[in-house]
Nanobody, 128 residues
Framework: VQLVESGGGLVQAGGSLRLSCAAS????????IAWFRQAPGKEREGVSC????????WQTDSVKGRFTVSKHNEENTFYLEMSNLKPEDTAVYYC??????????????????????WGQGTQVTVSS
């Protein structure tokens, strides 16, 4: 499995970005696809996930109402639409995938150790 993120950049507070994760090496029919982020000096944090089985999605509380995760209808490309960005959203954003992990609405937190495939990350910087 190979994951390649793109779409990061520098944006002013209140702005928007769309991150893409191009996935290859599997049909991804029954996967959890996740977005994590890591700011300097902080632990990697789960942001959002989506189930390729039924489209179930989850977002961490700090991004609810601002970030949306989705999948391209015909391609194995996954998106993280980010709006009303804040300086505290500044981080390297990673796409991750795993066939044995489930994205559930009842999640309390996403654990990086449950995801075996990772992209290289894309930097998002939000200026105040």
């Amino acid at each position: 499995v190979q994951l390649v993120e793109s779409g990061g950049g520098l944006v002013q507070a209140g702005g928007s970005l769309r991150l893409s994760c191009a996935a290859s090496g599997s049909t991804f029919d029954d996967y959890a696809i996740a977005w994590f982020r890591q700011a300097p000096g902080k632990e990697r944090e789960g942001v959002s996930c989506i189930s390729t089985t039924d489209g179930t999605s989850w977002q961490t509380d700090s991004v609810k109402g601002r970030f949306t995760v989705s999948k391209h209808n015909e391609e194995n490309t996954f998106y993280l639409e980010m709006s009303n960005l804040k300086p505290e959203d500044t981080a390297v954003y990673y796409c991750a995938a795993d066939p044995m992990t489930r994205c559930l609405r009842s999640l309390e937190v996403m654990l990086p150790r449950l995801y075996r495939s990772w992209g290289q990350g894309t930097q998002v910087t939000v200026s105040s």
